[in-house]
């Protein structure tokens, strides 16, 4: 055994005689990186200095034969954890050399699982029993948002998943429109009409009327595209492409060169005409709120286009130097 020196317990908390895992306590020995340090003896026999703090946050509970256990490659095949089944001992190890076991799940999956998380019962399938249980959560809180009211709208059903976003729903709008999105997006208030809140703030500030009296209602789209258009602008595809526009403009606007914490994304070729182009950063620029109402109320909303918008700056342009 390797020689400690023991010291006086002085001003540290006496812990002799105290157990943490494996260990017992026996006496205070000189400070290890001038911090206190115990002599601990452990239930194999083995003698171990270990720093105080390491005993009571419990990153030290033997003098190491735990671990060694724990990471042994002894044979397990055919034991049994939750629903895996260790089938063989593979050749990959950890950083900390860990060894991993290739095991079968009741599932039919195969996985490769560290053994010590297969001996501590933190790993207990392939993945299956996780989804199982996240699926069974969604449906628990599908249930409690069906028929429930967020703002104007009233969720009415789930349509489907979309990945990256969710399962997404129905709901019915107190205006008579319908709109799909996603459960967050209701939940956390992001999304409270099917549009016609907009339609009606833009109405208040004299730009166009609501309905299909709005410049920029397309007759010839059908409810259904109706209502995929207005979840694609609040897609996390669509504000991941707006946060890009802001940020290659230095969040700043293209028209009077002025940072401002009301931004919008313009498409230059009108997002409902241009579906090849509604994500792409090219038919993207940035506009403050005042220039981009100004801008539609020279030209109105609906098949806007890039010579448009260059004709606008630059008359802008005129003006400002006049």
Known sequence: MKEHITIPVGRAKDIRGARFGRLTVLDRVENIYNKTAWLCKCDCGNYKAVVGTGLTSGDYVSCGCKRAEINSPHDITGEKFGRLTAIELTDRRSPSGDAYWKCQCECGNVTEVKKSRLSGGYSK????????????????????????????????EP????????????CEC??????????????????????????????????SNKGKNNPAYNHELTEEQRS???FQRGSDEAKKIRRKTYKRDNYKCNICGKGS????????????????????????????????IDFHKTYGYGNNTKEQFQEFKEFKEIKNII
């Open 174 to 207: 107190e205006c008579g429109g319908t709109i799909t999105t996603n459960a967050y997006d209701i939940v956390k208030g992001n999304t409270t009409s099917c549009g016609c809140k907009q339609i009606e703030h833009v109405t208040q500030l004299g730009i």
């Open 159 to 170: 349509v489907g998943t979309l990945e990256g976003v969710g399962r997404l729903w129905r």
């Open 261 to 292: 914490r009301n931004l919008n994304a313009h498409h230059l070729d009108s997002f409902a005409d241009n579906e090849d182009k509604r994500f792409n950063l090219d038919n993207l620029v940035t506009l403050c709120k005042e220039c981009h």
């Open 228 to 230: 995929m258009n207005r």
């Open 125 to 156: 399938s392939c993945g299956c029993l996780t989804r199982e249980v996240t699926s069974k959560r969604q449906k628990a809180s599908g249930h409690k948002l069906r028929g429930k009211q967020f703002g104007r709208l009233t969720v009415i």
